[in-house]
């Protein structure tokens, strides 16, 4: 009698296994959900900035005024591979990355 119960209990689990599957999935789904959410909400706008941001960079000319991203304006008067010089005043020149320029301000911004 020992041995039947045992039977009948494990018999119910056994009829079910293809439901494990489905529940497993449909327990996956809000998550991807979630992922695909994120995607389109942070990751992809993100890299658009990026890639504009690096577009803007290699357009980068002689006597473009620009603001830095620590709130420095000035015109550009040399241009290196990594770094440009930046005229923040007359006779004053400053050395900065390419990557710290975070906009390229319309011609007589600067006067």
Known sequence: MLISSAYAQTAPAAAAGGGDLMSSLGGMLPLVLMFVV?????????????????????????GDEVATAGGVLGKVTRLNESTLHV????????QVQRSAVSQVLPKGTIK
């Not at 909400?41 to 002689?62: G, T, V, Y």
């Not at 005229?87 to 400053?94: H, L, S, Y």
């Open 38 to 62: 994120l995607y389109f909400i942070m990751i992809r706008p993100q890299m658009k900035r990026q890639k504009e941001h690096r577009s803007m960079i290699e357009a980068l000319a002689k």
């Open 87 to 94: 005229e923040i005043a007359p006779g004053v020149e400053v």
